[in-house]
């Protein structure tokens, strides 16, 4: 029996979900052991995440206005939403002491950067309904994390509504872009042009660097103790 777009996504973000601690970070974060200027250090590397990510789901949207039409909404409205976050995360990074000197000045971490170095080679190579799949099923971990920071930061940092609604904003429900994911995958899926296996590595790798990320943060975190 044909699969449906419904049971793939699932199945890929089933089998790509990550380890419970592979996030060494978030333990630090939610308990409020995590350095202040570990968080500024976040807020400073996912502005250059959002920038990038924001340009590669633009070129992402054009490829696929080409090759699958369906797709194109799904990243059409992933840039929307960089654009949006990227507005909320400002008042984040003043809540960390980060004003636009500082953000001028600061030389990113290699392991921070290379998720969105990934995202942007997938723009250019990927066939857009696999890299469909690989962000969906990325993107459910990253929620994840987003509403334990956004939590933490209010108990134990002291940070207000509007500082945590960057976290907020990927914490919450996101049926448009489910609903949008499922339209570009079960078309894909109607004309065979699915690549699970390709979709899978896809999203193997984004969740590595996904660590890679945090990993990098956590060391930042522990050297400066």
Do not use: K
């Not at 419970?20 to 500024?40: D, F, I, Q, S």
């Not at 976290?167 to 079960?186: H, I, N, S, T, Y």
């Amino acid at each position: 029996m044909e699969r449906t777009a419904r049971e793939v996504l699932e199945a890929t973000t089933g089998g790509l979900a990550p380890h419970p601690g592979a996030n060494r970070l978030l333990p630090l974060v939610a308990r409020g052991a995590a350095r202040r200027e570990t968080l500024a250090a976040l807020a400073l590397e996912q502005r250059l995440v959002i920038a990038a990510d924001r340009r590669a789901f633009h070129r992402m949207a054009e490829r696929a206005a080409a090759e699958e039409p369906a797709a194109e909404p799904f990243f059409t409205l992933l840039a929307e939403g960089e654009e949006l976050a990227g507005e909320r995360l400002g008042t984040f990074a003043e809540a960390c002491g980060v004003d636009e000197a500082r953000a001028a000045a600061y030389e990113p971490l290699p392991g921070c950067q290379a998720y969105p170095a990934y995202v942007a080679w997938l723009a250019l190579n990927g066939a857009p309904a696999d890299v469909v799949l690989a962000l969906s099923a990325n993107f459910s971990a990253w929620g994840g994390y987003c509403a334990i920071i956004a939590q933490a930061l209010r108990r134990h940092y002291g940070h207000s509504d509007e500082a945590c609604a960057f976290f907020d904003f990927f914490a919450g429900p996101a049926p448009e872009p489910e609903r949008r994911a499922r339209e570009a995958v079960q078309a894909a899926l109607d004309a065979g042009r699915v690549n699970e296996a390709l979709a899978h590595r896809h999203g193997r790798l984004l969740q590595a660097y996904e660590t890679m990320f945090w990993t990098t943060l956590w060391e930042l975190d522990r050297d400066s103790a």
